[in-house]
Each structure stands twice: as C-alpha cells, then as structure tokens.
C-alpha cells in the first residue's frame, strides 16, 4: 500500500487565482442548498483553495462512481505503452474461450479503441448497477450482447465497455487495474489507499467502483495537465494523454444518457441543450478546451489546460442536475484570471468560511417518553419486497441501536441521540444505492425524536455520497418504517413497512 504525499499548498493569490471567484462560488452551492462533500483546487503546482464539508474529511476516501472510467484508461494507456496491445486489436481475441457459440461480423469487429470512445456497436448501454445484480461473468454477457450496428460509429455510453478495458488489462498482465497501477501510477504520486471493486470474477470493476481520497483526485488531473509528467518522470506517455485528453467523438447527446439502460433517441426528440461537447478516451471534453472525468452525483475532475488549472468536487447531487457545474464555470473558470485587488482583504474571509463547512443536521430532542415503552421490543413485518423481515431497538442515555432482520441476515447501525456515532455496518441499502452493497460500510448515524413518537435516524454512509433518513413512528403496538436517500439513479424512497409488536 502506498503512503499519500500531501501536494503543496499556496494561497489563492499567490497564484494568480482570484479569491473573490470561490468565495462567490461557496456563495451559490449554499443557496442552492447543494450538498458538496469536498471541493479542491489546484493551479500552478498547488492546492490554492480546498473546503470538507463536515462530516466529510481530507483522509476520508469517497466513491468517484463513473469517473473511475478516466482511471482505467490510464492503465490502458500505459499498457499500450509497454507494448502489451494495440489501440485497434479486436476485443474477440482476448478471450477465445468465453465467445459465444456465434460471433457476429460486428462483435468481430470490435475494437480497444471502439471500447475507448463508447462506440461499441451496441445499440442499448449497460449501467453498473446492472451488473451489480448479476453473478457469473461480466465479459461473457457482455460478449453475449447483441451487437447491432457496426462498431465505431455511433456513441453509446456503457459502464460494461469500461470494464471490458479493465479485463483485457488483467488478461495481458494477469493483476487486476488496481495492482497493475499500483507501482505506476499511485506509488510514483504518492496516493494512497486506493480501493476499487471487483466483479465475481476477480476484474477491477473498470467503469466505477474506486474510492480514494480527494487530494488523490486532484493529483491525478494534475498528472494529466502535466502531460503525463510528476516530478521530472514521465509516468503515463505523453502521446496517450494527448489522444485521451481531445475530442475522438464529435457528438455526444445527453439526451441519450437517460435512465438505467442509455438507448439513443430519435434526433426529433434532441435539443440543442443536451449536446455535449465530446468525448475523448474515457474522458468528457468540456468547454473552454478542458476535459474531465465525470461520476454521477457529482464527483468531478475538472482539467483547464489554459488556466494551468484542475477542480475536483466529491458530491451528492440527484442526476440531471446542472446547477454545481453551472457554478464551476460561472465563478471558478474565471477566477484563474488573476488576483483582484480585494484578494489580500478577502483570504481571511476565505479560510474561515472554507473551514467552517458543515452539512445541515436534523433538529429534534434527544429523548422521548416513548423511548421507554420500545426499548428491547422486537417488532415484525409481513412479507415484503425489500425482505425485512423484524427490527428492534435497545436505548441508552445517549443511543439508540437499531437492529434490522432480513434476508441478508441481523445488521446494526448505533446512532447518537442527539449527536454522531461513526462505525461499521452491514446494513442492506442496495435499493437505495444503485445497487452497491458491499458486506461492511462506514456509516456516520445520528437519531433525533421529531415528536413524541417519531425518531428519525440519519445513516450517513460517509465513503459514498449516500445518505439515509430512516423514520420510526410509534403507535399503540405497532410502528410504521419509513426509508427514503438523498440520491439515487432510481426511487428516493422504499414503500412504508408496517411492524407489529411481537
């Protein structure tokens, strides 16, 4: 495991970053009440501005979801350069023996570069959370995929060409992405830890899946804005970078990223609004000749090779929302443009706001008369579609452990009342987060009684961007569970489960 390196630090101004354009910027993501879990910035071979919103933290690693897909490509690109396999070797010939008993003229001819720029062939895309569900082999349902069109020439964006690059990787090299980058990547930037998922069968899971904390982020677009160069090394090859980094497809549609499986629309149904500005190998290209890698949410990295400048923003923000990145380029973008005369006035102002970040908590007492009356008590459900199956709960002065019976067995989440627990929990929430359920998560959890006979919990899985509100209000033997997420690709909230008293 590598051990992290902080990157130097400098004051806006002494960059040449004007203080006033983040200050302006924090100004907008409060009135919006958009919930930001971290925010950097970088320019002229420093930090110049960075901000945690509690209970969020410069050590704690965070979820980058499809981002990740900008990752992969480097170790794509890096094996390429040690000659490992070409840009335009058909996928087919990786793996001769996890084929279909038919290939088609247009899964022969699939590409590395057609998985690259998202132009497969397919005409529907696969989301991760698809595969999240699914056991087996990822690569043989892929190859298993209908290929209807001929393979590079129509955008279609799929996390399952993503990680079709991370297997050929770990078929060349025999170590998954992670391992492979390890003595190449985050060793030489001094990142450290990085986690990234696996599939079933042992694959990084290439489109999403790693974790890792902010700063590791922003040391990664820096390398890219370097040209692949850190510290004097030329640790990715100059050419890979440039070709990641420009536009390969000059039309890319949001309109066509909607919902679990991204089907193109018929042109009749676009606007001009949801064009995109292109996309490289697994990298967005923005405006004003930037690029980034992406994750939904919002967890961005944002490269401006013109203002010498990289953005990383952690985030929770529900899809199609555009108002985090509307602020970016309307406060951020311009601020490289040089100090104002304010700036020396403004830093203090800066410091203090960007230290004093914090998410908003629920209000409510801490105690209940009714907390009495249910502790110890076991309360069972009927049948249902989310498998619970009986809850309890067992009180303290200052806690409440809430215990949930289901199909994946007993899990425990201990809340403070009143005031945050931070611990472990296997609590089932895949419903709820796009179909991640890994076996242990950090969860950050705080109770308040709302009324009477209401207790609200807040499960704050604090290595992802989700967060859960669970609702337990009382009657007369009974109790209703309410469960609903800050974000989600899918529902915000599971229907209400009825318990009785055992």
Known sequence: MTTSIRLPRATPAEKGVDPAGILAFLDEVAAGGLELHSFMMFRGG?????????????????????????WTAAAVGLAIGEGRFALDDKVVGFFPDQLPAQVSDNLAAMTVRDLLT???????GISGGEWRRMGGSWVEAFLR????????????????SSYMLSAIVTKVTGQTVRDYLEPRLFRPLGMGPILWDVSPEGVSSGGNGLCCVTEDVVKFGALHLQGGVWDGRQVL??????????????????ADLDGKRFRPRDPSQRSPADKREGYGYQW??????????????GQQCVILPAQDAVIVVTAAMRNGDRRLMSALWSHLFPAPAGAGPDAARLQPELEARLAALALPEAEGAAQSSVAAAVDGRRFVFDANEDGVDAISLDFTADRVVFSLSDHRGTHRIDSGL??????????TGN???????????RVIARGVWRDERRLEMTWRFVETAFCDTVTLTFGDGDVRLDRRVNTNAGPLERPTLLGRAA
């Open 284 to 297: 967005w290209m923005t405006p004003h000749d930037g690029y980034r890698a992406s994750g939904v949410y």
């Open 118 to 124: 998202m132009r497969s062939g397919h005409t529907t």
């Open 418 to 427: 009143g005031h945050a627990v931070e611990g472990d929990t296997s609590m």
């Open 145 to 160: 995929e209908p290929v209807d069109e001929a393979p590079g020439r129509t955008f279609i964006y799929s996390s399952a």
């Open 237 to 254: 090859p100059a050419e890979w970078v440039r070709e990641a980094t420009r536009n390969q497809v000059e039309e890319v549609w949001m």
């Open 46 to 70: 420093a930090v110049v501005a960075e901000g945690f919103w509690e209970p969020y933290g410069p050590d704690r690693v965070h979820m980058q979801h499809s981002a990740t897909k900008s």
């Open 431 to 441: 419903l709820l987060h796009h179909e991640y359920q890994p076996e242990s998560l």
